[in-house]
């Protein structure tokens, strides 16, 4: 099997939503000396890209998505170890992302918590129903270039702009750069809150992290 | 299954229908049926043109006719099965106005109209076998049936339905069969690629040229549909019960003659009855009644164990408004819900009871039944879709969102359990703004334009198309001249 054939198997693995498959697919990979650099963007990540884009076509379910976003991260967890050891300098920043208070909804943060994964950032999730001081004291303690957060209901999205303002009184706005996202939310309130950023989906969530950091 | 009407009433509609046909009669108004009938053992009176019709007849002839109906479509994966315990569904019929795709304003309907209709009505899954939705009018009335046949065939590959409007059209049309099932004789054994029908001009009466139908299909024993036309409080009693009673009289009549000129002749057994506003004075059938007759009438026919043929769905309303929606809706829901084999006019696509096609309209029909036959469906029950296992693994306050094996279950059943929306909205509100706030007409005209974009139906064999189109032209060129 020629590596372009294992490439086409990794992303029809993911795109198919197939965790089991992505992780024997990824280590006959590496077993073959494939390099995990290219397995992970020429298969896992393009197979992600896919499910996302088809996602939001309306051509797929949220189940294919998790799916998808699973095998991605199966894969993923058998290439990291290794790659840390090849290729260190590649992370494109670090996240800290997670769902405002009185908000339970994981599922849209968890999708872009694994997109950005997939993409190269570094990403640490706090969780649902998280008080702004609590964002706050992870801001301080883990120094993160971006800062998601997602809110699912009109009600909880006064929580957004809360953390923003928690930060500022802080003294450290400038340090972060603020994304938020959910279904209620609009470009417009981003700007109103005084966010960087604003992602109406996963698949823009990624986009918009690159851009708010000057990567795009 | 919903019951409209107990054991004990049907039976008591049924009794009272066999004492009108006995003790009224219904008129025939074709001399050779009057005779037909006598032969048979009915009693004749020429002066009036009426048949008074014996129980025995009438029980003679329920016991020739076939419990299920088989359709045969040009394509043969798209052959149906009547009264097979499904329930199969059908567009609109006859709109001889259009409002128009572009202006949107009202004007006569077209040939290209009913083309852009035929080739809907092929891409819509729902709609199970075709009627013409229009009746053109840019065509002389005199031969429009066969341009109208014609233009089904060149554009659905699905059962074509039409209406002989003469003795002189029925023929032609069964010649235009012949052609395309390859001859004759052939047709004799596939006379199922057509249908034909009989309906009253209630009270009680059937016209000259339906009658010479019904004889004429005696060579044929193609499936016939009989369903009475009565108008509540007009030409038929004002009682739902009453109206019932006279419907069923008129289409045993007619099922009678059927059997005896071709014994045998598969029967799908209906109603295009209603009722007329008493204030106006015009029909409706976007009315409550015209559901609950179509219901209950599902009831007689199983009764007789035969497949039923309803008309339920039509609008009246003069544009696709939220009248439309619910006047159609709960018919065909009715009906559906009831058990009806056959359900025309509920895909449907016309405005104001019949007259006025909408191209908007048939894409909210479409949707409109797929969600009727996600209801019908029901709720499924076996040990995979009761789901313990998934229950077990996911546990409390889990998510079958996050767990693999309920992710798995999901999507295993996703499609079967969940109705998916074609033109709905169920956006959040944010990204629904973002995408221009789109209203259901809206995205029904998207659909439509997606449709008569890139939908090609299934082509006629070259040759059969030639010959087609020279006897329809042949045709025009005698019947205009004359």
């Known amino acids: ?216 | 299954m919903l019951e409209i009407l107990s054991r004990d009433n049907i039976y008591k509609i049924h009794t009272a229908s066999l004492q009108i046909l006995e003790q009224v009669g219904v008129v025939f108004k074709h001399k050779d049926a009057l005779k037909i009938f006598e032969d048979a053992g009915a009693n004749a009176d020429y002066r009036r043109e009426l048949v008074k019709i014996p129980e025995h007849l009438v029980k003679w002839a329920l016991n020739k006719v076939p419990s299920q109906v088989t359709l045969l479509a040009r394509n043969p994966k798209y052959n149906l099965k009547l009264g097979d315990g499904r329930v199969h569904y059908t567009n609109g019929y006859g709109a001889d106005h259009v409002l128009d795709f572009e202006s949107g304003q009202r004007r006569d309907s077209t040939l290209k109209d009913l083309e852009n209709f035929t080739r809907m009505a092929d891409y819509f899954d729902n709609v199970e076998y075709v009627y013409p939705s229009i009746f053109p009018k840019d065509v002389p009335k005199t031969v429009v049936d066969r341009y109208v046949y014609l233009t089904l065939l060149k554009n659905a590959s699905k059962h074509c339905a039409n209406s002989f409007l003469s003795l002189d059209g029925f023929k032609d049309i069964v010649r235009m069969a012949e052609i395309l099932v390859g001859g004759e004789e052939e047709f004799i054994k596939k006379s199922a690629i057509l249908d034909t029908g009989a309906s009253t001009a209630p009270p009680l009466k059937y016209p000259e040229h339906t009658t010479a139908c019904i004889l004429e299909n005696g060579k044929y024993k193609m499936p016939a549909t009989i369903c009475s036309a009565a108008l509540a409080g007009a030409s038929g009693p004002v009682t739902i019960s009453g109206t019932l009673v006279q419907m069923n009289a008129e289409n045993l009549a007619a099922l009678v003659l059927y059997q005896i000129v071709g014994p045998g002749t598969p029967i799908i057994y209906g109603t295009i009855a209603s009722n007329m506003d008493l204030k106006t004075g015009i029909p409706t059938y976007g009315s409550p009644e015209c559901g609950l007759i179509n219901a209950a009438f599902v009831q007689i026919a199983h009764y007789y164990n035969m497949p039923f043929y309803g008309t339920a769905g039509i609008i009246d309303s003069k544009v696709p408004d939220e009248q439309a929606a619910f006047e159609s809706s709960e018919n065909v829901l009715l009906t559906a819900l009831a058990g009806g084999d056959f359900i025309h006019d509920a895909v449907y696509s016309i405005l104001e009871t019949g007259l006025t096609a909408c191209y908007e309209q048939f894409a909210i029909g479409y949707e409109i039944v797929n969600r009727i036959k996600r209801i019908v469906k029901g709720v499924g029950v076996t040990d995979d879709t009761i789901a313990l296992d998934i229950i077990r693994d996911v546990g409390v306050e889990g998510s079958y969102l996050k767990q693999r094996s309920a992710l798995r279950h999901t999507r295993k059943y996703l499609l079967d359990e969940l109705w998916q929306p074609a033109i709905s909205d169920r956006l959040p509100r944010s990204i629904w703004e973002n995408r221009g706030s789109k209203t259901i007409m809206q995205m029904a005209r998207e659909k439509v334009k997606e449709i008569l974009e890139t939908h090609k139906p299934e082509p006629l064999d070259k040759d059969v198309e030639a010959r087609l189109e020279a006897f329809v032209r042949e045709v025009a060129k005698k019947e205009l001249s004359e």
Do not use: C, Y
């Open chain 1, 1 to 216: 099997m020629s590596s372009d054939d294992i490439f086409e198997r990794l992303r029809r693995a993911v795109a198919e939503g197939d965790p089991e498959k992505t992780e024997k697919l990824t280590k006959e990979a590496l077993e073959k000396g494939v390099s995990p650099l290219e397995a992970l963007e020429k298969g896992l990540i393009k197979g992600v890209r896919e499910v996302g884009e088809r996602f939001g076509k309306g051509e797929l379910f949220i189940t294919d998505l998790i799916l998808g976003g699973e095998a991605m991260k199966a894969g993923a967890d058998i290439l990291k170890p290794v790659m840390k050891a090849e290729d260190k300098g590649r992370k494109l920043g670090k996240v800290l992302i997670g769902t405002v208070k009185g908000d339970i909804h994981s599922i849209g943060k968890n999708i872009v918590a694994t997109m950005l994964e997939s993409e190269g950032f570094e990403v640490h999730d706090l969780g649902e129903d998280i008080p702004e001081e609590a964002f706050v004291e992870k801001v301080k303690e883990l120094k993160p270039d971006v800062l998601g957060l997602s809110s699912l209901m009109t009600m909880t999205m006064p929580a957004q702009k809360d953390v923003i303002e928690m930060l500022a009184k802080e003294k450290i706005r400038d340090k972060v750069k603020v994304l938020i996202g959910g279904a209620p939310t609009t470009r417009e309130w981003a700007d109103e809150i005084g966010a960087d950023g604003w992602a109406g989906d996963a698949v823009s969530a990624t986009k918009e992290s690159r851009k708010v950091l000057g990567k795009s």
